[in-house]
């Protein structure tokens, strides 16, 4: 049994565990690469208290966490029913649905930043045509983060096929015993589909806060494409990241910057041990709120 189970578990120690233990190590040291490693306590985890950018990357991931998951699960199941009642053409518009997912996140984003380009993008045109004055998207601090959420759900492919593949196996029966019962569509979907789907829905919204807590590529491109460092060039990191205002800064954002943009290890694995740690704890809050995994009130 072990000789089974040997290469999964040596690719977990080293992925893994290594990684995980050497980032607790050095968030307890000073560590720039360039010299060894300096034993400074808890002063990386006292600073982080004390770092106006950290503070601003954390509130703008918190709101993403809370309007970005909620809107993908709900979007995602929303697309799914809809996809199960279309009796024609139903694979064209599902393979439609999910070809978004299958764009690199770098072109997306540019993409994004494009269509929603204010001015000359093809959204604000068509909203100006019915004497709507579109608003700055990616260049406005109050709509940046709405616009990186639409970015998100643009993207949201995979947990439609996911959504779409549970609702599918729901039994037919059921539906038909509670119509016969007189159940309208409401109370079936209620009392049928919505607890049959609860496995997926907290499954959805796991990955989805993982996700969310992980968030780089897309703010990092669409800040630099909106702020025109992408192609004019330019020395400042915060007109590069978090354009405009910061508002786009995420938690990943600013640890990438501390670790490689100011050589700051020690501090940066302080920061990633802290995301660990929260999600951790995000995730368990979650599972222990759910009655599909325990069958067991919480």
Same mark, same amino acid.
């Given at each position: 049994m072990l000789s089974f189970i040997a290469p999964a578990l040596i690719g $977990? %120690? $080293?992925?893994? %565990?290594?990684?995980? $233990? @050497?980032a607790l190590y050095f968030s307890f040291t000073k560590f720039n690469l360039l010299t060894p490693p300096e034993f400074v306590g808890l002063r990386n985890y006292q600073n982080m208290f004390h770092d106006t950018n950290l503070i601003k990357a954390s509130e703008n991931t918190i709101w993403l966490v809370l309007v970005m998951v909620p809107a993908q699960v709900l979007f995602g199941l929303g697309t799914g029913i809809l996809l199960v009642t279309m009796k024609r053409s139903a694979t064209i518009y599902r393979t439609i649905f999910y070809l978004p997912a299958l764009v690199p996140p770098v072109a997306g984003a540019l993409a994004f930043v494009y269509v929603l380009k204010p001015g000359t993008g093809p959204v604000n045109a068509l909203l +100006?045509?019915?004497?709507?004055?579109?608003?700055? /998207?990616?260049?406005?601090? +109050? /709509? +940046?983060?709405? @616009? !990186?959420? !639409? !970015? +998100?759900?643009?993207? $949201?492919g995979n947990t439609m096929v996911i959504f779409l593949a549970a609702l599918l196996d729901v039994p037919v029966s059921l539906h038909e015993a509670a119509a016969l019962d007189g159940a309208n569509a409401w109370q079936r979907f209620r009392h049928v589909t919505l607890p049959m789907l609860s496995p997926v829905i907290v499954f959805s919204t796991i990955t989805g806060i993982i996700t969310t807590l992980q968030f780089f590529t897309e703010a990092a491109v669409a800040a630099s494409a909106a702020s025109g460092q992408a192609t004019n060039g330019g020395n400042s990191v915060s007109t590069l990241f978090g354009y405009p205002e910061g508002s786009t800064f995420t938690y990943p954002l600013w640890l990438y910057v501390k670790g490689f943009g100011y050589n700051q290890m020690g501090y940066a694995s302080a920061m990633a041990i802290v995301l660990f740690v929260v999600a951790f704890a995000i995730i368990l809050l979650v599972l222990k709120r759910s009655k599909s995994f325990s069958g067991e009130p919480s």
């Open positions: $977990i %120690v $080293i992925f893994f %565990v290594y990684p995980l $233990i @050497s +100006a045509n019915f004497g709507i004055e579109g608003p700055q /998207w990616f260049n406005d601090p +109050a /709509w +940046a983060k709405p @616009s !990186l959420t !639409l !970015l +998100a759900m643009w993207g $949201i």
